[in-house]
Nanobody
């Protein structure tokens, strides 16, 4: 089993910044992807960004490209989501997700069904 613990959510003014963290523990993989999704009230959970851990490749949704950046700390098995220039459409519960990856592919999973493990979510609120 894998445990994912998110932190860093909170209230921020529009235009401000916030950094989320997600620490993974438990089962290990030779390679894996960690990503961020978000879900606003009455909306589907949507992909934000993800990273192929060993290859370092990333993929980011167009809606946040240029504002949100994913990064990782190998030693801590932690992924970060740096969110800048937050907009009124960004508030949501942000979820961290993980899946194992076979082989040496550069592929970065981006669909919800591709991920096996999920964190509990952390709320991000943006005030105007």
């Amino acid at each position: 089993q894998v445990q994912l613990v998110e932190s860093g959510g909170g209230l921020v003014q529009a235009g401000g910044s916030l950094r989320l963290s997600c620490a993974a523990s438990g089962r290990t993989f030779s390679n894996y992807a960690m990503g961020w999704f978000r879900q606003a009230p009455d909306k589907e959970r949507e992909f934000v960004t993800a990273i192929n851990w060993s290859r370092g490749t990333t993929y980011t949704a167009d809606s946040v490209k240029g504002r949100f950046t994913i990064s990782r700390d190998n030693a801590k098995t932690t992924v970060y989501l740096q969110m800048n220039s937050l907009k009124p459409e960004d508030p949501a519960v942000y979820y961290c997700a993980l899946r194992g990856i076979a082989g040496t592919t550069l592929y970065v999973p981006r669909a919800r069904y591709e991920y096996s493990y999920w964190g509990q979510g952390t709320q991000v609120t943006v005030s105007s």
